[in-house]
């Protein structure tokens, strides 16, 4: 086991839920998630094969992956785990006036549950306590934005078919530069 994955960080907001650094052995797991989020995508593709769904998946995987680690190479890459089972993944840049969340999924068995909504409230609570935003982009589409909508995110700007969300702590001052400056940013996304 390396050094970065014995950094442990437990959901004071869920009793039985951490988080660990990323390590190569977790790439297949990571893929999983990955796959789960895209799962409704490819049921709609009924004259592709399975084989030709799977090299599709872990191709786009791989392309976000790599996108991931060169643009935000200071992120924290974990993996979030429930009572020793990895259970999905939360990815997340602080930035100077930001944080933001890159991806936050989960696997289909875990989600509904709570466990997002802790994860991102106690990102919000940093924030709060740092005077930084929280910043995310999601697909329209997306069951998670009714989530972030109920958490207090608003839509900042639009980029393709995403959305960038921003939740501003309460007294935070606006800045019309940093959304600027977020929007033309690639696009990540919160599951």
């Known amino acids: 086991m390396s050094d970065r994955s014995k950094r442990v960080l437990h959901c004071a907001s869920y009793p039985g839920v951490s988080l660990r650094r990323t390590?190569?052995?977790?790439?297949?797991?990571?893929?999983?998630?990955y796959a789960a989020t895209?799962?409704?995508?490819?049921?709609?593709?009924?004259?592709?094969?399975?084989?030709?769904?799977?090299?599709f998946l872990r191709s786009q995987f791989q392309?976000?992956?790599?996108?991931?680690?060169?643009?935000?190479?200071?992120?924290?890459?974990?993996?979030?785990?429930?009572?020793?089972?990895?259970?999905?993944r939360l990815y997340v840049a602080r930035l100077n006036d930001e944080i933001r969340v890159m991806d936050l999924a989960l696997l289909p068995d875990c989600r509904g549950r709570g466990?997002?909504?802790?994860?991102m409230r106690e990102l919000m609570?940093?924030?709060?306590?740092?005077?930084?935003?929280?910043?995310?982009?999601?697909?329209?589409?997306?069951?998670?934005k009714r989530l972030y909508e109920r958490l207090g995110f608003t839509v900042?700007?639009?980029?393709?078919f995403y959305q960038l969300?921003?939740?501003?702590?309460?007294?935070?001052?606006?800045?019309?530069a940093a959304a600027e400056?977020?929007?033309?940013?690639?696009p990540n996304t919160a599951s």
């Not at 060169?70 to 992120?75: F, T």
């Not at 900042?156 to 393709?160: K, N, P, Q, V």
């Not at 400056?181 to 690639?186: E, L, N, T």
């Open 38 to 55: 895209r799962a409704g995508e490819m049921a709609l593709l009924a004259d592709w094969t399975p084989a030709a769904k799977e090299a």
């Open 165 to 176: 969300l921003h939740w501003r702590p309460p007294g935070h001052a606006s800045s019309p």
């Open 23 to 33: 390590v190569e052995e977790d790439m297949d797991f990571l893929y999983r998630v």
């Open 125 to 144: 609570t940093e924030a709060a306590a740092l005077d930084k935003l929280v910043s995310l982009h999601v697909e329209d589409f997306n069951p998670a």
């Open 181 to 186: 400056c977020a929007m033309g940013a690639q």
């Open 115 to 119: 466990i997002g909504s802790a994860l």
């Open 156 to 160: 900042a700007g639009t980029r393709s």
């Open 63 to 88: 392309a976000q992956h790599h996108h991931y680690r060169e643009h935000y190479p200071q992120a924290c890459f974990e993996v979030i785990v429930e009572q020793g089972r990895d259970i999905g």
